[in-house]
């Protein structure tokens, strides 16, 4: 059975940056596309990065030049660097596989006061 343990979001002030990272098992890591989604208060969740098993990465718009997602196969963990954070980037942050698997992690809250 696939799990999927996000951590590392916290409380950061606009302009700051957070690494989330994703320990992924129940699958074979290596050979997934993987990515990150992200859910604001009232919003539906949005894929905001992916990095393929050849570690080609692809960004949502709102967040290109600021994220940076890459992946460790050995340790079966997906990250997600995040610099230069605005209010705008607060949600909770899943890891899931793209396209994605119908179980989910607990996410793991940023939250970027201004």
């Known amino acids: 059975q696939v799990q999927l343990v996000e951590s590392g979001g916290g409380l950061v002030q606009a302009g700051g940056s957070l690494r989330l990272s994703c320990v992924v098992s129940?699958?074979?890591?290596?050979?997934?596309?993987m990515a990150w989604y992200r859910q604001a208060p009232g919003k539906q969740r949005e894929m905001v990065a992916e990095?393929?098993?050849?570690?080609?990465?692809n960004y949502a718009d709102s967040v290109r030049g600021r994220f940076t997602c890459s992946r460790d196969n050995a340790k079966n963990t997906v990250y997600l660097q995040m610099n230069s954070l605005k209010p705008e980037d607060t949600a909770v942050y899943y890891c899931?596989?793209?396209?994605?698997?119908?179980?989910w992690g607990q996410g793991t809250q940023v939250t970027v006061s201004s």
């Open positions: 899931n596989t793209k396209p994605y698997l119908s179980s």
């Open positions: 129940g699958i074979i890591f290596r050979i997934e596309t």
């Open positions: 990095i393929n098993s050849y570690g080609s990465t």
